[in-house]
């Protein structure tokens, strides 16, 4: 999907992941063997859950998620959803708990990631349902979901449902690491037909082929001849917008000052989505982005303040 947005949308539905956060902020480097005093925080996360709760903080009339959780924390975790304004659909995994984050965020306000998947992958086709799609103007994916067998194939069931629709289908790859063990191959192979990839730089690069002193914008156009839309988070230096084999816009970062990287990507994938369902363009929709990630390094966790 290019230029101009969906006017007087509808539905923005998110399929992806709720997990719990711990998130722990260390002014000094990590002491082996001892301890490092640190601030610490128990939160509701999770990149799809983060994402729907900046879309709808930034204006999306109406957000609905998909997710598998544990019973350890349904309850909390939809009421945390309900007060940020999205409308959960959490299906209550039998074996498993609610996946875990440990966030380790240091001085710099860059984050280091334990993740512990639990329920979280475990989405399967059979916890899909296609009224999840009535009246929905934009299916966003979370890319973790590509990264599990069985929540692979849910993806796929809902990418299916969202391009028989005629509803526009965005993707946020979601981890370099991840990536890397999947092969992008395998992963853009997935992910044919959406209309919107939101990559990071080092995502975007991954998924190019291209080496790491290549340039962000090499890899941005380079993917736009796969996806008609790619827009590339730079962190600060801000965003890169690709159409369709060329640079369309490069959007600065909104100044900050950062205490926790957590949810600035999906933030700014969360205002992405609001602005183009609102009518925006790439640019203008970027720069919507870049706002709410902006926003979202001020506060620790990766959920906007309800």
């Not at 939160?43 to 019973?71: F, K, M, Q, S």
């Not at 965003?239 to 369709?244: G, W």
Request: proline share 6%; with cysteine.
């Amino acid at each position: 999907m290019s230029g101009a947005g969906v006017s007087g949308a509808g539905a923005l539905v998110v399929v992806g992941d709720v997990v719990t956060d711990v998130v722990a902020v260390h002014s000094e480097p990590l002491a082996p063997a001892t301890d490092t005093a640190a601030r610490i925080r128990t939160l509701p996360g999770g990149a799809g859950a983060n994402a729907a709760c900046w879309a709808a903080r930034t204006g999306a009339a109406e957000v609905r998620l998909l997710a598998r959780v544990g019973a350890d924390s349904v309850r909390w975790h939809e009421e945390a959803l309900l007060a940020a304004g999205v409308r959960p659909r959490l299906v209550v995994d039998p074996d498993e708990p609610t996946g875990t984050v440990v966030a380790l965020v240091g001085k710099d306000a860059e984050r280091t990631f334990l993740t512990d998947s639990g329920a979280a992958l475990r989405l399967c086709p059979a916890d899909w349902t296609s009224s999840l799609l009535d009246g929905a103007a934009h299916l966003h994916l979370s890319g973790y979901l590509f990264f599990a067998d069985t929540s692979r194939e849910l993806a796929l069931v809902a990418l299916r449902a969202a391009r028989t629709r005629g509803v526009p289908v965005s993707v946020d790859p979601a981890s370099a690491g991840f990536l890397a063990a999947l092969g992008p191959r395998r992963f853009l192979d997935a992910v044919a037909g959406v209309d919107v990839l939101l990559p990071n730089e080092d995502e975007a690069r991954l998924l190019a082929g291209l080496p790491e002193p290549a340039g962000v914008a090499r890899a941005a156009v380079e993917l736009s001849r796969r996806v008609p839309l790619v827009v590339v988070t730079r962190g600060a230096a801000g965003a890169l917008v690709a159409e369709r084999g060329r640079i369309t816009a490069e959007i600065p970062a909104e100044p900050a000052e950062a205490v926790d990287s957590t949810g600035a990507g999906d933030a700014f994938t969360g205002g992405f989505l609001a602005a183009r369902l609102s009518g925006a363009d790439p640019a203008e929709s970027a720069r919507a982005g870049c706002r709410a990630a902006a926003l979202a390094v001020t506060r620790l966790g990766g959920r906007p303040t309800p």
